[in-house]
């Protein structure tokens, strides 16, 4: 069994800075892909940015220049550095990863969630 365990989430002022965490635990071939996604009130889930394995990352357009994904390999986790937070990225920030069990297949885990308020 996989399953990615999140950190990080908070309230936060806006113009301010979190990092997120999300470490992929249990029997692991491989990953394919690691990334984040969020959800705000009423609105549907979306990519905020995705890293595969051996591509440059991708962000959304609304958060260019304001985050950072990055990847640590070794520890199969997933970062977000979100800086100059803004009220709109105030969601529930959901970690993604596609992963390859040891038995071949290819799975696609979600994190629990993580809520991250921009507030002053």
């Known amino acids: 069994q996989v399953y990615l365990v999140e950190s990080g989430g908070g309230l936060v002022q806006p113009g301010g800075s979190l990092r997120l965490s999300c470490a992929a635990s249990?029997?692991?071939?491989?990953?394919?892909?690691m990334g984040w996604y969020r959800q705000a009130p009423g609105k549907q889930r979306e990519l905020v940015a995705g890293?595969?394995?051996?591509?440059?990352?991708n962000y959304a357009d609304s958060v260019k220049g304001r985050f950072t994904i990055s990847r640590d390999s070794a520890w199969n986790t997933v970062y977000l550095q979100m800086n100059g937070l803004k009220s709109e990225d105030t969601a529930v920030y959901y970690c993604k990863a596609v992963v390859i069990t040891l038995n071949s297949q290819v799975l696609e885990v979600w994190g629990q969630g993580t809520m991250v308020t921009v507030s002053s």
């Open positions: 249990g029997i692991i071939s491989g990953i394919n892909f």
């Open positions: 890293k595969p394995t051996g591509v440059s990352a």
